[in-house]
């Protein structure tokens, strides 16, 4: 909603500069999107009156003019406008004038000398009209500065208001908030019934009274179409972002600016019979105003007479009931139609409307004869003419119903924080135009007709606050009991896992929660997701059983932007069916971390090779968030991951998440180039941490023994490390594997897997003894279960 600031303040004008006017309305609900000059900066510019003109002796364009610009004597202007005349008005730049670009100097033009310039609406950055001089009216006074005659000083005012407030889709509704925000007065337009000069009517028929629940017509004979735009309105509505096109048509824009009520006017000579407000026959074909033919759907409203559709109702006219020059009787329209009757029907055929937005919104309902009587009486004011009776139609029964809305004191000085005076309290709802009726509790408030948005008791108290000033209520500490929070060590946050990941160098994303059904199928293997019901995006229409699809999503993205070195993980819920959830849910949410590396395993540097991060890099890292739990490495299958290079990830006998390289066939299918080695992790174990425990330290020296075996192929090393481990004494503190060997000296079938074995005391230095004794059970534990036999 753009308009004029000088228009505003004709209606509520407070002691406030533009800038404190501007804050107010933002901070009582109604933002200022922009403020901005109402034209150019330029200086020293008056209004001039042409006495004379003359051909200049060397040029066939140019004239000699001697100009009046209220000075002792007449200024000699050299001008090439085609349209300057004797006796004509014009905008004069005086020698020392800065205009936008121009500097105005005394000169001489092909010999002649010019003290000034006259000036086209372009030159003074009014409008990119240059086709002549701009023409003021013959009333404006000579010498006066053109900023003051034309009101240039003026704002241009843009507000971005909510859909809730359609009352303020006009200067009124604008000026009433401001009136009720500052306490100056509110001078409202003076609208006074016109008498009728003629008797002639049109019959009004609501055939869809609950599309149309009030429909005033008036029919005015022998107006002069012709009559130019009152350069007062029109400076208006031109400030208001709308073209003038004809006052007929003009003055119906200005009343809706103003009051808020979209109108319509009518060539009464292309009307026959009654008017009706109807739905549509079947096949209907409208042409409207806009050149655009349309067939309107069975619930839209049409504006019609006894023979054919003239409007689409709420919306726009139609192209051939319109006014135009030739129109000496008009029927003027004024309507209530209820917001769902409209409500997308004008962005159904690809369009909007200043009418259908402000009726899409809420219209006053009670407002219709009102501005129906103010555009008669700027009609006839300008245009002259004979008014006839206004005809009113209404459907009572489908009219908006406004119920008392009960206010509590107690309740509103809760929600608010602070106690306001019951006086304070009715004095804002009534300058807001509200009814209020005081009861025991506080208030019964009725809205008045123009305000859609106010049905329960919250949308009172927010009033208050707005009206009160958000600014002036205190911001009150608040008041608890302060304790320190239980922190076990025996636990960790989600926060405190993050940490962890970030530190071993990846980057937290965080993707949406539905993703697209052939992730499901590539990376879960998920043939039935949970589907959305209204998905915000078509490809987007499922809920994510595993993260591993929105990690890959953003290696893609990261890979068309050249990223070659990409680590990033995600902490977050999954969704998948589960009977065993409950009978009321029937899906499981639990959360799970998920990482993936791409590229090499460390940034580009002098001091290392560039190797691609493998399985065994994110290994490493998946060990070092389980620390000091050891989890085992199980060979496994999973449908995201490469069949040869995935493993199980087993804590304490159960699986807890899955690690390995990316299929190589979602590698081709994603353009992935490498394939990045991935990671998901139930959260839920990771939440639970072990207790710290002191162990001596010990001051005797370590033995170590290196024990070389000798397995077959397929033998997995993390049951033969488990049991080595399990079968150890207390002398034991790590059994580690250093190095994996097949070749020479070794059958096809068998591989030689060599472990360093670290023992020691911490109350005597071990014997050669017990060392060997150790080494023996070990390698008997693994004979007996592995069929492992030391190397030779």
Sequence with gaps: MQFSESWLRSLCNPSLSSEELCHLLTMAGLEVEERRPASADF?????????????????????????????????????????????????????????????????????????????????????????GLLPLAADAPVGEDIRRHLDLDDQLITLKLTPNRADCLSLLGIARELSALTGAPLLAPEIQPV?????????????????????????????????????????????????????????????????????????????????HVRLPKAGEKLLLLNEQTVTPSADTALIADDEKPLAMAGVMGGEHSGITDSTRDLFLESAFFPPAAIAGKARAFGFSSDASHRYERGVDFELQRLAIERATQLILDTCGGKPGPVMETVAADH????????????????????????????????????????????????PPSFRFDIEIEEDLIEEIARI?????????????????????????????????????????????????AAWEADFAGNAAPIVLANPIA??????????????VGTLVANRKRQMERVRVFELGRCFYRDAAAGPVSGFCQPLRLAGLAAGPALPEQWGAPTTRADFYDIKA????????????????????????????????????????????????????????????????????ASLPRYAEVSRYPAVTRDLALVLPQSQALAPLLAALRGASPNIVRDIALFDLYQGKGLRENEKSLAFRIVMQDTQRTLEDAEVEAVIAGLLAIAARDFGASLRA
Excluded at 403 to 409: E, M
Excluded at 423 to 445: D, H, N, P, Y
Excluded at 627 to 653: T, V, W
Aim: with cysteine; charged share 25%; hydrophobic share 40%.
């Design 538 to 551: 078509s490809q987007i229409g499922v809920m994510r059983s595993s993260l591993i699809g929105g990690l």
């Design 195 to 275: 008498a009728a000069g003629v008797a002639d009517t049109r019959q009004v028929v609501l055939d869809a009274p609950a599309s149309c629940s009030r429909y005033c017509g008036r029919i005015i004979r022998g107006v002069n179409a012709g009559a130019p735009t009152p350069e007062w309105m029109k400076r208006r509505i031109e400030r208001s972002g709308i073209r003038s096109i004809s006052f007929l048509v003009d003055v119906t824009n200005y009343v809706m600016l103003e009051l808020g009520q979209p109108l319509h006017a009518f060539d009464d000579a292309e009307l026959s019979g009654a008017i």
């Design 43 to 131: 200086s020293n510019v008056v209004v001039a009156e042409v006495l004379s003109v003359e051909k200049h002796p060397d040029a066939d364009k140019l004239k000699l003019c001697a100009v009046d610009v209220g000075e002792s004597s007449p200024l000699q202007i050299v001008c090439g406008a085609p349209n300057v005349s004797v006796g004509m008005k014009v905008p004069c730049a005086r020698v020392g004038a800065k205009l936008p670009g121009i500097d105005i100097k005394r000169a001489k033009v092909r010999g002649i000398e010019s003290f000034g310039m006259l000036c086209s609406a372009r030159e003074l950055g009014l409008s990119d009209d240059h086709g």
């Design 399 to 446: 009219l908006p119903q406004r119920r008392p809305v009960q206010l509590r004191s107690a309740r509103a000085a809760k929600v608010l924080g602070i106690a306001l005076p019951e006086a304070r309290i009715e004095a804002m709802l009534r300058g807001l135009g509200l009814q209020v009726e005081k009861t025991s509790e506080g208030f019964s408030v009725t």
């Design 468 to 516: 009160h000033g958000y600014d002036n209520i205190p911001s009150q500490p608040p008041v608890a009991r302060m304790a320190m929070m239980p922190a076990t060590e025996s636990s960790r946050s989600p926060m405190s896992l993050r940490r962890l990941v970030a530190e071993r160098d990846y980057h937290e994303v965080v993707t949406f929660s539905f993703v697209e």
């Design 621 to 688: 890292d998946v060990e070092a968030l389980f620390a000091p739990r050891q989890p085992e490495f199980i060979k496994a299958e999973h449908p995201a991951l490469h069949p040869g290079r995935c493993a199980s990830i087993s804590l304490d006998g159960r699986s807890v998440g899955v690690i390995g390289e990316l299929h190589p066939r979602w590698v081709q299918k994603y353009e992935l180039g490498n394939a990045p080695v991935i990671f998901e992790l139930e959260l839920v174990d990771f939440l639970t």
